[in-house]
């Protein structure tokens, strides 16, 4: 019996992009997937892209309209970006096709769009990919923890923010350097602002919150801190304080409300909570739910393979009829919910120009709970707990003088 005879009621999947992901997906496919078939590969420049791992029955095109008009069930959309990736997935749902994606972008901007779309028409939207790579997170909050309520998410959600990180803390070495090495190894984009800035961890605390809490919320409302402008001095003060330097993604519910509580940015952890122990480009999501008590889920968030698991996974759950449930259990309705800030945490201060900036916070109402010796001319304490207001008005009582706030890092409370 022939392969093709085998697959004859199987899926039909094409594929729009055969980058890094996309020829990891395909590679899973064609060496045999019970369930699915490949049957399109829609790319640039084909003739450079065609290889010869890839069945002749597989038909490749430049043209995106051969594989919205075509006969194929799901698009697997791998491009990035939501210029064109975000029409074409309109398309195809609006064709009756069901779409997955590992668009972050996308879906924590426009899912409201993209999920009421999939309901209209019928079809399902895998999104496991999105968020932590191959880290079967998302499946694991609305599968695993669908009897619990979920309270808080924290995580480790960049793997180029990561290896920075690490690195600095292993060797007093520049930032920039790290970043050029990071670069040479295909860890870090030719333009890293949305992962050193945190609008890539930012979309996927996004899509994290409306998953976990059912309560969508508006990325670009949820502050973000850049990891820009860390020094040795400050790796050296979270050793003495018995901590790690990590880009960490935090929501919580807000309790007797609506809205949501979230940040991204760099912060103190204590190097015995789980979100210190990941390395390079692994990724952590802690997930505390009010019965359960708190689930971590630990792997690879980037990456060829991993991220194309987490793609097959998606299209074998809409295979099964699974990947209704997914579909429908994201939010769409009503307006995005308010986004607060965080709760009253002790913040981490690096000070240049003023050798008094301990005396400048007391007049200003600031305790410090610790002084750390100087470095470089610069002082470095730790303020007792503060509120997003109570910092900012500490800030603008240092700036006002020759005081410059060089670092500013909030402990967190992580186990």
Not at 62 to 74: A, I, R
Not at 125 to 136: M, Q, T
Not at 190 to 213: M, N, R
Not at 304 to 323: E, F, M, N, Q, W
Request: aromatic share 4%; charged share 20%; hydrophobic share 45%.
């Amino acid at each position: 019996m022939t392969m093709e005879r085998e697959a004859a009621g199987a899926l039909a999947v094409a594929l729009v992009g055969f980058g890094t992901v996309g020829q990891s997906v395909a590679r899973i496919l064609v060496g045999g997937v019970e369930g699915l078939r490949l049957v399109r590969i829609c790319n640039r420049h084909v003739a450079r892209k065609r290889v010869a791992w890839v069945p002749e029955r597989v038909h490749w095109t430049e043209s995106v309209d051969d594989v919205l008009t075509g006969d194929v069930d799901v698009v697997v959309e791998l491009i990035g970006g939501t210029d064109p990736a975000l029409e074409w997935m309109r398309r195809a749902l609006e064709a009756g096709k069901s779409v997955v994606t590992a668009n972050k972008q996308a879906i924590a901007h426009h899912g409201t769009e993209l999920f009421s779309l999939a309901r209209r028409h019928g079809g399902q939207l895998g999104f496991e990919a999105s968020v932590a790579g191959g880290v079967p997170v998302i499946r694991g909050i609305q599968e695993g923890l669908a009897a619990d309520e979920v309270v808080r998410i924290q995580g480790v959600l960049n793997g180029t923010c990561n290896f920075i990180l690490s690195e600095m803390a292993s060797s007093p070495v520049a930032f920039e350097t790290v970043l050029a090495d990071a670069q040479a190894r295909g860890y870090a984009e030719a333009d890293p602002s949305a992962d050193l800035d945190g609008l890539d961890a930012q979309a996927k605390i996004a899509i994290l919150s409306a998953v976990g809490f059912g309560r969508r919320v508006n990325p670009s409302a949820i502050v973000c801190r850049s990891i820009r402008g860390l020094e040795s001095a400050d790796f050296e003060a979270a050793r003495t304080l018995g901590c790690a330097v990590r880009q960490v993604s935090t929501a919580e519910r807000v309790e007797h409300g609506t809205g949501v509580r979230a940040a991204v940015g760099p912060v103190l952890v204590s190097l015995q909570s789980r979100l210190a122990q990941v390395e390079g480009s692994e990724n952590v999501v802690l997930v505390d739910g009010a019965r359960g008590g708190q689930i971590g889920f630990v792997g690879l968030g980037a990456g060829g393979d991993p991220t194309a698991v987490a793609v097959v996974a998606d299209l074998l759950a809409i295979a099964r009829g699974d990947g209704h449930a997914a579909t429908d259990r994201f939010p769409i309705d009503g307006a995005p919910q308010a986004v607060q800030p965080m709760g009253a945490r002790p913040y981490y201060l690096r000070v240049s120009g003023s050798t008094d900036a301990a005396v400048q916070l007391a007049a200003s109402g600031v305790s410090t709970a610790r002084s750390l010796d100087g470095a470089n001319g610069c002082v470095r304490l730790v303020t007792a707990a503060l509120t997003a207001a109570e910092f900012e008005a500490a800030t603008g009582t240092l700036a006002a003088g020759p005081a410059r706030i060089a670092a500013a890092l909030p402990l967190i409370d992580a186990a």
